[in-house]
């Protein structure tokens, strides 16, 4: 490979924001037909690095080179014309339009006085879909898709040029197993084409499954590039994050007490049916299934935003009706949610509102918010969590994503729920960071919380879980103990395997 020369070469970029220096250096290059890992912590410069690459962001200093040519990158636009696309972390579709309209945009086909070939938009974009093997087709409006499937829909948006260079920004992040198949398909046959692949992801098994070389970033500084054959995860977060991480499980024996959280026979339509389960104070309880086995719409009717068609929920023994997320947060219950994008974040503002906006009339002393006490609540949450921002006045959309999803975490964790769910709590998370996550998890059921975790990650639940329960396409299959639990029944439970255990 030494002798090729690299499809694009980064050198000495620096890159800063007000208060933050984000990019520190970094020089890196991907060779044709390899996929080459960028890693490192929430913060780390990833993004950043990437969005200097797309001409989104101005370097401070440095040079870029494609094909070893010095360019000056000026628009994500430009950058493809020279054949380098992304696949940013953030979606960035318009939902209001077609799947066609979204992939095409700015580069729609034309026929005669500037009118557009629909016919040909319609099956240009069909073949696109075929190679990513998608159930949905042109003409749908991208608003109505899954996260994953508009995932997927940015993907197909990478495949209109010929690229010499896709970067794929935690790709797999809300991707379904069948999924991830297909798209490390996709990159293997950008490969083969002698295309160069950035794939920056926080799941170490995907990346020693699917990446040649890792490279290394920390606070803003390149810290080496390792042969993936070579190397293992232990190397790997060394240099990510400076020590080893204790993987024990976090063992706080403590006393449990009455049952906070029942529901019995609950249903909500087809998506899930005759679901029963308890959570006491002082216990976690981990919820494990395939992505669509109904665990998410579940936390949603707990938390009022779906209606039950049957069934009953009782708090502290009490039966209660919970019709909206404000009963909910009344009566105790949070609910940190899976697309923390969509639902649980305003962009716009700093992190202490972000983070305090739930509670605002709590802490309003008569007409004024009492800005101390906010601040307290974020500093708080901000060292627990771990949170990298120069200070509570940087506006949340400039925090790297992994940062954005915890000023998510520690907005429902400082209002002190009784019951708190937490769905996917370590999506998108770095290695340091999620250990950090799941002692916290353990610490609040220490502290007398009940505690629900929906997790698809297996290693996860069996880490954090005094208890599991296993979903297979909206049924409780199977509850396990921590003593009982073995990786094999439990993936006998949730792939339906195993009849249910009543
Ligand atoms: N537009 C911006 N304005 C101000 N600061 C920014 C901006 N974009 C990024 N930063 C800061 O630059 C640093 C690097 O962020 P970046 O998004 O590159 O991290 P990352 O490595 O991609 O992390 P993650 O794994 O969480 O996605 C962070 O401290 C972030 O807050
Ligand atoms: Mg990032």
Redesign the pocket.
Known sequence: MSDQTPVLRLEGIVKT??G?R?LDGVSFSVLPGEVHALM?E????????MKVLGGIHAPNEGQIFIAEEPTVMTSPMQAKAKGVVFIH?ELSLADELSVAENIFLGELPLKGLGRVDWAKLYADTDAILQTLNVGFDARTRVGDLSIANQQMVEIGRALTVDPRAVIFDEPTASLTDAEKVVLFEVIADLQSRGVGIVYIS?RMEEIFKITDRISV?RDGQYRGTLNTAETDEDEVTQLMIGRSLDLSRNESHHQMGDIALEVRGLGCGSLFQDVSFAVRKGEVLGFYGLVGAGRTEIAETIFGLRTPSAGQILLDGQEVHISSPIDALRLGISLVPEDRKSQGLVLSMNCRDNMTLPQVDDLTAGPFVSDGAEVAIFDQYRDKLDI??PGWRQIVG??????QQKIVIGKWLSMRPEVLIVDEPTRGI?VGSKSEIHNLIRDLAAQGFAVIVISSEMPEVLHVSDRIVAMHSGRVMREFTSDEVTEDNLIQAISGITEKIA
Request: charged content about 10%.
């Open positions: 924001f007000p933050v984000a490192g929430n913060g780390a410069g990833k993004s950043t690095l972390q926080h970033l990298r921002t400039n925090l790297s994503g992994g940062n770095d």
